[in-house]
């Protein structure tokens, strides 16, 4: 069944197509806002305190901000051109990929570091270059050069299914470290190393293809290979943790995780791995 | 502040749909509370779409509602979690083939397709109310439409809730 069929399948079969008004909705509207509203904007409708803005508007303010500088530097980009032929320094300053409000702030690359760290070969697709850099607010950026000067993510290449994440983003402890500053909780997981993306490739013959990058950083020894313990797979990892692996998609999929890594020190030594899928 | 929450409240029969779509026992309760709460935290609410954060909201309310129901309960080292069959309502009046199929795949890899396929929701929506990036909604969605449309063309599928893994980790 193709995908298109399949979609068009599920969304025949919605129970509720539309949008049904709410019989008594005036009411509801009335009985709620009698209640006490947002105090956060009632002190600031008020102006009486609006030194005084909490933590959670400063996040909501944060967040808006970054957006709209991200969506300033997303139009400039696409009016230049820049996203069908950037160089990776352009490509990461543009940083089309950047989830701000995941760490309250823009990740801004460090162009001394923006550097080719891995080019492998994909089978049917030919060879693509994993290039990287960290920014200044440690966070780090990626992006998959791809066969014709094109990169993953944004659709232009044959080979490409449009999955790839160009960009930078923070690291998972700059995103708990922002949520607990700000009185949440952790909300990523940190303990075993790996921080990756990953974007899926075709091939000439149709295959399709599980690339992930990314970085393993683990608490103890340095990292030599990254190995996939569910295809057996292995590549190699640079002396900064960077590192690509292809994985082929199953066929015919599987409900089972595609992958589960594991990091292998220069004598063979696990020294970062990732949980079970029954663990994780 | 109540002119913004009329056009948050826009979205009642929305949310509504949503809670019904994803067999909701009390629906339009949990669109009613879903706006409650919009109008308790409407600072958070984002003014220029507040669907994806009352979808998140309603999702919440729903899992609660199941979390009230004991015999869609399993206890598991101290943890409630609902059985996977039971994530996904059987009262929906769906085509057998596809609510089986639906039922096979984890809570996750449906809600990413029921968001686009029933809820009308763009990537970028749906990612933002699953608090995920629109690349790694994108591949959840394309490998969910791949395992649903396997399962569909009755090709073995493993049995198992475990959806492959994320780009971002949820604790």
């Given at each position: 069944?193709?995908?298109?069929?399949?979609?068009?399948?599920?969304?025949?079969?919605?129970?509720?197509?539309?949008?049904?008004?709410?019989?008594?909705?005036?009411?509801?509207?009335?009985?709620?806002?009698?209640?006490?509203?947002?105090?956060?904007?009632?002190?600031?409708?008020?102006?009486?305190?609006?030194?005084?803005?909490?933590?959670?508007?400063?996040?909501?303010?944060?967040?808006?901000?970054?957006?709209?500088?991200?969506?300033?530097?997303?139009?400039?980009?696409?009016?230049?051109?820049?996203?069908?032929?950037?160089?990776?320094?352009?490509?990461?300053?543009?940083?089309?990929?950047?989830?701000?409000a995941l760490s309250g702030q823009s990740e801004t690359v460090i162009p001394s570091t923006v550097?080719?760290?891995?080019?492998?070969?994909?089978?049917?697709?030919?060879?693509?270059?994993?290039?990287?850099?960290?920014?200044?607010?440690?966070?780090?950026?990626?992006?998959?050069?791809?066969?014709?000067?094109?990169?993953?993510?944004?659709?232009?290449?044959?080979?490409?299914?449009?999955?790839?994440?160009?960009?930078?983003?923070?690291?998972?402890?700059?995103?708990?470290?922002?949520?607990?500053?700000?009185?949440?909780?952790?909300?990523?997981?940190?303990?075993?190393?790996?921080?990756?993306?990953?974007?899926?490739?075709?091939?000439?013959?149709?295959?399709?293809?599980?690339?992930?990058?990314?970085?393993?950083?683990?608490?103890?020894?340095?990292?030599?290979?990254?190995?996939?313990?569910?295809?057996?797979?292995?590549?190699?990892?640079?002396?900064?943790?960077?590192?690509?692996?292809?994985?082929?998609?199953?066929?015919?999929?599987?409900?089972?995780?595609?992958?589960?890594?594991?990091?292998?020190?220069?004598?063979?030594?696990?020294?970062?791995?990732?949980?079970?899928?029954?663990?994780? | 502040?109540?002119?913004?929450?009329a056009e948050v409240f826009e979205d009642l029969g929305f949310i509504a749909g949503y809670a019904?779509?994803?067999?909701?026992?009390?629906?339009?309760?949990?669109?009613?509370?879903?706006?409650?709460?919009?109008?308790?935290?409407?600072?958070?609410?984002?003014?220029?779409?507040?669907?994806?954060?009352?979808?998140?909201?309603?999702?919440?309310?729903?899992?609660?509602?199941?979390?009230?129901?004991?015999?869609?309960?399993?206890?598991?080292?101290?943890?409630?979690?609902?059985?996977?069959?039971?994530?996904?309502?059987?009262?929906?009046?769906?085509?057998?083939?596809?609510?089986?199929?639906?039922?096979?795949?984890?809570?996750?890899?449906?809600?990413?397709?029921?968001?686009?396929?029933?809820?009308?929701?763009?990537?970028?929506?749906?990612?933002?109310?699953?608090?995920?990036?629109?690349?790694?909604?994108?591949?959840?969605?394309?490998?969910?439409?791949?395992?649903?449309?396997?399962?569909?063309?009755?090709?073995?599928?493993?049995?198992?809730?475990?959806?492959?893994?994320?780009?971002?980790?949820?604790?």
């Amino acid at each position: 069944m193709t995908q298109e069929r399949l979609m068009r399948r599920l969304r025949a079969a919605n129970p509720v197509p539309t949008i049904v008004e709410r019989a008594g909705s005036d009411h509801l509207f009335a009985l709620i806002v009698a209640g006490p509203g947002d105090e956060r904007l009632t002190l600031r409708h008020d102006h009486r305190f609006s030194r005084w803005i909490t933590g959670t508007r400063r996040l909501a303010v944060g967040a808006a901000a970054c957006l709209l500088v991200t969506a300033s530097a997303a139009a400039a980009v696409i009016g230049s051109g820049v996203f069908a032929h950037a160089t990776p320094v352009a490509l990461f300053e543009a940083n089309a990929g950047q989830h701000p409000a995941l760490s309250g702030q823009s990740e801004t690359v460090i162009p001394s570091t923006v550097q080719a760290s891995q080019t492998f070969t994909v089978p049917g697709v030919g060879q693509v270059t994993l290039w990287t850099a960290t920014t200044s607010q440690g966070g780090f950026c990626m992006a998959l050069l791809l066969p014709g000067t094109t990169w993953a993510g944004f659709s232009a290449s044959q080979y490409d299914t449009g999955y790839g994440s160009v960009g930078c983003q923070p690291t998972y402890a700059q995103v708990n470290q922002y949520s607990v500053a700000h009185g949440g909780k952790p909300v990523l997981g940190l303990d075993d190393g790996f921080q990756y993306d990953n974007a899926i490739l075709r091939g000439s013959d149709g295959r399709e293809w599980d690339i992930y990058y990314g970085r393993v950083i683990p608490t103890q020894g340095q990292p030599a290979t990254v190995r996939d313990q569910i295809s057996g797979i292995s590549a190699p990892v640079t002396s900064d943790g960077w590192f690509a692996i292809t994985v082929p998609m199953p066929n015919p999929p599987t409900t089972q995780p595609n992958v589960q890594f594991q990091a292998l020190d220069s004598a063979g030594q696990v020294i970062a791995q990732e949980p079970s899928a029954a663990s994780a | 502040m109540e002119a913004r929450f009329a056009e948050v409240f826009e979205d009642l029969g929305f949310i509504a749909g949503y809670a019904r779509r994803r067999g909701a026992r009390d629906p339009d309760g949990i669109a009613a509370e879903t706006m409650a709460v919009a109008w308790r935290r409407l600072a958070d609410v984002p003014a220029d779409d507040a669907r994806p954060w009352l979808i998140a909201t309603a999702r919440n309310l729903l899992l609660a509602e199941r979390r009230r129901e004991p015999a869609a309960t399993r206890d598991l080292d101290g943890v409630d979690l609902p059985a996977p069959e039971q994530q996904f309502s059987h009262e929906l009046d769906l085509d057998p083939d596809l609510a089986a199929g639906l039922r096979a795949l984890s809570d996750q890899d449906r809600e990413t397709l029921l968001l686009i396929a029933w809820d009308d929701l763009t990537p970028a929506q749906a990612a933002d109310s699953l608090g995920i990036t629109s690349a790694a909604f994108r591949v959840r969605l394309h490998r969910a439409r791949r395992r649903l449309s396997a399962h569909l063309t009755e090709r073995p599928l493993a049995a198992s809730i475990s959806p492959s893994r994320p780009n971002w980790k949820q604790t």
